[in-house]
């Protein structure tokens, strides 16, 4: 696995918007210890039809009062044009300038799809409204989208993300590296330039990351899925051999020439900090 590295390497860590006092003060915390590290932004999520969209806006613009540069993310599923441009708006006008843009998903039990159904959309009707205003990041799939017809459609379906305008893209999270380098390789064969920066999910609790995988569709390799299930209830087991795991998996990525890391960080910092430290970052 070895691809050339292109772009300059950016770090950066994600958040979900808290919904209780406890949490927010929580993730302050949180936010000022991985500040320590210096990434490049700190990314907040965004609810299943923008359920959360005042959380995450309130959350991005805590993460800016503290002086931290903030991405929020932004869907169209379920959003109406005016109702987007009202959000972006915000956004501008409180100085965010870094976007991820996604398709996003319906709330449970909710059949309308709003004005715009695909997130190529929402990445073209962001740079009709506002520009160059944003910088746009959009979501690729190395495993591919587990709504996907099939590997090269999932392909496309970036390829129209990117040339709507994105201008950096992360990936879901995955413990293959070479499905990495295998996607990074077919994006470059269609012309596709953009850094793709790899997503990394720290592992604190199996039966957490078992129930996000089959969510998403990423696969835990069957030799670690064994191995997590042998350790039962032993967190401490479980906590020391995902730390193993990930520090391998991301010193592979960063050797073979990964333009940076991405880390879901579940509002937590000892596991991300804890491989920052051991990659020697």
Not at 32 to 61: D, H, I, N
């Amino acid at each position: 696995m070895q691809f050339q590295q292109q772009h300059p390497r950016t770090y950066s860590f994600e958040f979900f918007p808290p919904n209780t006092p406890e949490g927010v003060e929580k993730l302050r915390t949180v936010t000022q210890e991985l500040a320590r590290l210096k990434p490049k932004f700190f990314s907040v999520t965004y609810g299943a039809g923008g359920s959360t969209q005042e959380r995450t806006l309130k959350a991005v613009l805590d993460v800016r009062a503290a002086g931290h540069a903030a991405a929020p993310h932004i869907s169209c599923i379920g959003s109406t044009r005016a109702g987007l441009r009202e959000i972006l708006q915000q956004y501008k006008d409180n100085g965010i300038q870094h976007l991820v843009a996604l398709r996003g998903d319906l709330p449970s039990g909710t059949a309308a799809g709003g004005e715009l159904h695909y997130a190529n959309e929402l990445v073209a009707f962001i740079r009709q409204e506002f520009g160059r205003q944003f910088f746009i990041e959009v979501a690729a799939y190395p495993e591919y989208h587990p709504q996907a017809k099939s590997a090269h459609d999932d392909l496309l379906a970036f390829k129209r993300k990117v040339e709507a305008g994105a201008d950096a893209a992360i990936t879901q999270y995955f413990y293959n590296p070479d499905c990495y380098a295998h996607f990074v390789n077919e994006c470059e064969k269609m012309g596709i330039t953009i850094p793709i920066v790899p997503g990394i999910m720290p592992i604190g609790r199996f039966s957490q990351l078992a129930r996000f995988s089959d969510a998403c569709g990423a696969e835990i390799p069957r030799w670690i899925r064994k191995k997590l299930e042998g350790y039962g209830d032993d967190t401490d087991s479980i906590r020391a051999f995902g730390l193993d795991v990930v520090t391998h998996l991301c010193e592979q990525l960063l050797h073979a020439g990964a333009p940076g890391l991405h880390f879901y960080t579940m509002n937590q910092a000892e596991l991300t900090t804890e491989i920052w430290r051991r990659l020697g970052l």
